[in-house]
């Protein structure tokens, strides 16, 4: 049986970065070491990374751009799209550490 607290939730998100902006292979370098962090990789004016969502979140690697000095567009869409990506990411977490339980039995305690 699988550990809950330790399941591996894989997640992504595509961030979309200022126009005219390339990140350098060292921020790329860092970012991929970034606990929690599955892959990092760069597409065309977007910076697409996958991650664990037991170990990292969407808002910890928000931060870690911004300390990185990379530019994300700011934009009502990106807003609306990081804060669904969030709730969702939420959601995935409390369902993987959720202990199930049939219907036919009573809740234990009792």
């Known amino acids: 049986m699988v550990d809950k607290q330790t399941a591996n939730v894989e997640s992504g998100f595509s961030f979309a970065l200022m126009a005219g902006f ?64 969030c709730f969702t990411d939420d959601n995935l977490r409390a369902h993987a550490v959720h202990e199930h339980q049939c219907c036919g039995k009573p809740p234990k305690g009792m």
């Open 22 to 85: 390339t990140p350098d292979s060292a921020q790329q370098e860092i970012l991929a070491t970034t606990e929690g962090v599955l892959s990092v990789e760069w597409q065309a004016k977007h910076l697409i990374v996958r991650y664990s969502i037991m170990q990292t979140g969407l808002p910890q690697l928000q931060q870690q751009l911004q300390q990185l000095g990379i530019p994300l567009k700011q934009s009502r869409w990106q807003g609306i799209k990081a804060g669904l990506k």
